[in-house]
């Protein structure tokens, strides 16, 4: 009996402990004389709280009209140190099915409770970080296909939680035509450690056949043979930035064809790092190409005539120091050769 279980005795149907293993007295620290021939809820074990005592005493008059009990409950060692066991009460009944003995066992899980805890703790903050991105959560078991997914990766594409099945498939069968080799291409490149991380946007269809843009970001997890096995990520809807980009690339592309109608370009220069920033219409105003970058501060002057030079140079300048308005008429050198009149607006505008 001393090497059956971590606890482990005899009891009458009445419950009167009639036999204890070393390990419980040991944890306990007590002698068998100090338990023998008692009930069993006075035991020091079960001292913990008067509670767990009367719990024991209903179990052990459960148990003694023939029912298998189990449970988990807190016990009192020596030094007042408490441990969780998985506990159960086995009835031994006679030839005649009467109860004669009752075999309390127990089998010290306090370690896995706290561990459990742990976890629990751990997958609580997942969540609440989770949560506070406003993405679903996806993991992928790539042995199986299985994809265990959030239930907000359901509502953000219009569909009850777990409407659709784990098979991973049912993720890329979603995507959008004209995204799918790229997505695929990125996410074999990453699970075969071809580049570094895995952040994807593309867009998914919903349960009404619309199409919004998501970004994925994951992080997989390799065994020793270097093989995926499991690839962990996030999934957020950023169809209001994908749409905001769209108008701003319209509103652009119609500016820079007004520009270029209208023949007026837009520039924009750094006061402190004497950056410039031009519009394509202003690269063709100065005849020079919109694929190479703006010219310095040294470059653009060259380019101005040099009867305008120094005379647009004081204009800026002052500019600059009064933070009054530039309207200046100046000539330019454009790389043909030719000459030509330009007139150049601006004012200081103020980052903060």
């Known amino acids: 009996m001393n090497n059956t279980f971590q606890f482990t005795g005899l009891l009458t149907p009445d419950g009167i402990l009639l036999e204890a293993n070393q390990t419980?007295?040991?944890?306990?620290?007590?002698?068998?004389?100090?338990?023998?021939?008692?009930?069993?809820?006075?035991?020091?074990?079960?001292?913990?709280?008067?509670?767990?005592?009367?719990?024991?005493?209903?179990?052990?008059?459960?148990?003694?009209q023939g029912e298998f009990i189990r449970y988990e409950v807190d016990v009192l060692g020596a030094n007042n140190r408490v441990a969780t066991i998985d506990f159960s009460l086995r009835p031994l009944p006679d030839q005649t099915g009467q109860v004669v003995l009752l075999i309390p066992e127990g089998r010290d899980i306090t370690e896995q409770q706290a561990?459990?805890?742990?976890?629990?703790?751990?997958?609580?903050?997942?969540?609440?970080?989770i949560a506070g991105t406003n993405e679903a959560i996806w993991d992928w078991d790539i042995s199986t296909n299985q994809t265990f997914r959030s239930e907000l990766w359901?509502?953000?594409?219009?569909?009850?939680?777990?409407?659709?099945?784990?098979?991973?498939?049912q993720w890329s069968l979603r995507i959008h035509p004209d995204d799918y080799t790229r997505v695929m291409a990125?996410?074999?490149?990453?699970?075969?450690?071809?580049?570094?991380?895995?952040?994807?946007?593309?867009r998914l269809r919903c349960k009404n056949g619309s199409y919004r843009w998501f970004r994925s970001r994951a992080k997989a997890i390799w065994n020793q043979q270097g093989n995926p096995v499991r690839l962990v990520g996030s999934i957020g809807d950023i169809s209001k930035r994908k749409q905001a980009e769209e108008k701003l690339r319209q509103s652009e592309a119609?500016?820079?064809?007004?520009q270029q109608i209208a023949h007026i370009g837009s520039w924009e220069l750094n006061l402190e790092t004497k950056k410039r920033c031009w519009s394509m219409e202003t690269f063709r105003i100065f005849g020079l190409n919109p694929t190479q970058s703006e010219p310095t501060q040294a470059?653009?002057?060259?380019?101005?005539?040099?009867?305008?030079?120094?005379?647009?140079?004081?204009?800026?300048?002052?500019?600059?120091?009064?933070?009054?308005?530039?309207?200046?008429?100046?000539?330019?050198?454009?790389?043909d050769g030719s000459v030509r009149y330009v007139e150049s607006k601006a004012e200081i505008a103020d980052d903060a």
Not at 49 to 63: D, G, K, M, N, V
Not at 254 to 258: E, G, P, R, Y
Not at 299 to 307: C, G, L, T
Request: glycine residues 2%.
């Open 24 to 64: 419980a007295l040991s944890f306990g620290g007590l002698q068998l004389e100090d338990v023998i021939n008692r009930p069993f809820w006075e035991a020091y074990w079960w001292t913990i709280s008067p509670q767990t005592q009367e719990e024991l005493r209903q179990a052990i008059a459960r148990a003694a």
């Open 186 to 202: 990125a996410q074999e490149a990453y699970l075969l450690q071809q580049v570094s991380d895995y952040n994807v946007e593309y």
């Open 115 to 129: 561990l459990l805890r742990e976890c629990k703790k751990a997958e609580e903050r997942w969540h609440l970080a």
């Open 154 to 169: 359901f509502t953000m594409l219009g569909y009850e939680p777990n409407e659709i099945s784990n098979n991973d498939d």
């Open 254 to 258: 119609l500016l820079a064809t007004t």
């Open 299 to 335: 470059e653009f002057f060259q380019i101005i005539h040099p009867d305008d030079r120094a005379w647009v140079e004081t204009q800026l300048s002052q500019t600059i120091a009064q933070i009054t308005p530039f309207n200046v008429e100046y000539r330019i050198i454009r790389p």
